[in-house]
T-cell receptor, first 111, second 114 residues
Framework: SQQGEEDPQALSIQEGENATMNCSYK?????LQWYRQNSGRGLVHLIL?????REKHSGRLRVTLDTSKKSSSLLITASRAADTASYFC???????????FGRGTSLIVHP | SAVISQKPSRDICQRGTSLTIQCQVD?????MFWYRQQPGQSLTLIAT?????????ESGFVIDKFPISRPNLTFSTLTVSNMSPEDSSIYLC???????????FGSGTQLSVL
């Protein structure tokens, strides 16, 4: 069954604005990952945050994790048209290390 | 990191036919994963393919419908058999990077069944 659920399903912003996507999950995790998918192609790994971490940065990406609320957020700062893509969170589970993916957030950044 | 070459990138097939998707990795990997992504949906794991043994299928997926080969540590194929329009999806192969606990993906095969 699906573990992560992203919110919103779709997000449309102007270039230069920040984009925030949220992910909620149901069971305890060891880590949570965010992936990006361009136009139905292969996914690209963005960032991994472990269950004992609260915040992580990578370039214009900021990920937070709140294990008490079983939620994570991905913030893309100063967005660019090239950030247009679908973003997925993926969680491992207590019984499997293979990530389970959420439905994704479709982000459109208008130039 | 691993580079995965997946083909075909897309195909349009007739009902009742079969399509074989290939994935070639530029390094030896123990496990390869096959995912299906239905339109507007998440990725669903079809099966895990280990070299030298039968693939392990997830609930809802069977070998007769999705036979998988894994002849060596760098190559795998997934066949979508006796296709119907409900099989129209993106199919993705993936390998794991154990050191960094992440997955690398092929570029996907967009399948449309008429």
């Amino acid at each position: 069954s699906q573990q992560g659920e992203e919110d919103p399903q779709a997000l449309s912003i102007q270039e230069g604005e920040n984009a925030t996507m949220n992910c909620s999950y149901k069971t305890s995790i060891n880590n949570l990952q965010w992936y990006r998918q361009n136009s139905g192609r292969g996914l690209v790994h963005l960032i991994l945050i472990r269950s004992n971490e609260r915040e992580k940065h990578s370039g214009r990406l900021r990920v937070t994790l709140d294990t008490s609320k079983k939620s994570s957020s991905l913030l893309i700062t100063a967005s660019r048209a090239a950030d247009t893509a679908s973003y997925f969170c993926a969680t491992d589970g207590s019984s499997s290390y293979i990530p389970t993916f959420g439905r994704g957030t479709s982000l459109i950044v208008h130039p | 990191s691993a580079v995965i070459s997946q083909k075909p990138s897309r195909d349009i097939c007739q009902r009742g036919t079969s399509l074989t998707i290939q994935c070639q990795v530029d390094s030896q990997v123990t496990m390869m994963f096959w995912y299906r992504q239905q339109p507007g949906q998440s990725l669903t794991l079809i099966a895990t393919a280990n070299q030298g043994s039968e693939a392990t299928y997830e609930s809802g997926f069977v070998i007769d419908k999705f036979p998988i080969s894994r002849p060596n540590l760098t190559f795998s194929t997934l066949t979508v058999s006796n296709m119907s329009p409900e099989d129209s999806s993106i199919y993705l192969c993936s390998v794991e990077d154990l050191a960094n606990e992440k997955l690398f993906f092929g570029s996907g095969t967009q399948l449309s069944v008429l």
